[in-house]
Structures are given as C-alpha cells and as structure tokens.
C-alpha cells in the first residue's frame, strides 16, 4: 500500500524558512512524480512544486524563486524547501503521486507564517 507521510510543518515569522518532508513507502518518490500542493483556509487546495521521477521540478510563480523541491531517493523521502516565507503561505501542506489511475495524498502538515 502507498503511504506518504509529511511533516516539517511549524510556525515561523514572516522571512523565515521551513523544510517540509514528504516520506513516501516503498521506491515511490524515485519511480513516479510528487507533487506539493497547499490549502488555506476558505481557498482552494494550490499547487505549489512538484518533481519528476527525472528530478524536474517546476513551479508555480506565486512561489517561484522562494520553494525549492528535491528528492533523496536513498530516503524515499522529497523535501519542500520554503524561504522568505509570507502571511500567505499559511496553509496546510500536502504531497502527492499518481500511480495508474489513483492518486495517493499525504495527512498534511500545517505552515503558519505570523509574527
């Protein structure tokens, strides 16, 4: 079964930095793509990265510049880098793959940028 597992969530002052973990079961981060996708409160779930299994990465623009996404694939685990942080990146942050025709998502962490 596919199990994905995030964490790294925290709350930290605007200009901060977090690194979020994306632990995924088995082989999964180095074999299919992840993705990073956020929801905050009364907005619609965002995508914010995502990395192939060629480690290409790309990102939005509301973020780009400031999010790094990477993989090590001896840990089965991808990372969210997130500097400069903003009030508006507050959101519960997800990963997620596709394999076949399901798509598998994590619990969530929660960011909360604030003073």
């Known amino acids: 079964q596919v199990q994905l597992v995030e964490s790294g969530g925290d709350l930290v002052q605007p200009g901060g930095s977090l690194r979020l973990s994306c632990a995924a079961s088995g082989s999964i981060s180095s074999r299919y793509n992840i993705y990073w996708y956020r929801r905050a409160p009364g907005k619609q779930r965002e995508w914010v990265a995502s990395i192939t299994s060629g480690g290409l990465a790309n990102y939005p623009n509301s973020v780009k510049g400031r999010f790094t996404i990477s993989r090590d694939n001896a840990k089965n685990t991808v990372y969210l880098q997130m500097n400069s942080l903003k009030p508006e990146d507050t959101a519960v942050y997800y990963c997620?793959?596709?394999?076949?025709?399901?798509?598998?998502w994590g619990q969530g962490t929660q960011v909360t940028v604030s003073p």
């Open positions: 997620n793959t596709i394999i076949g025709m399901t798509t598998y």
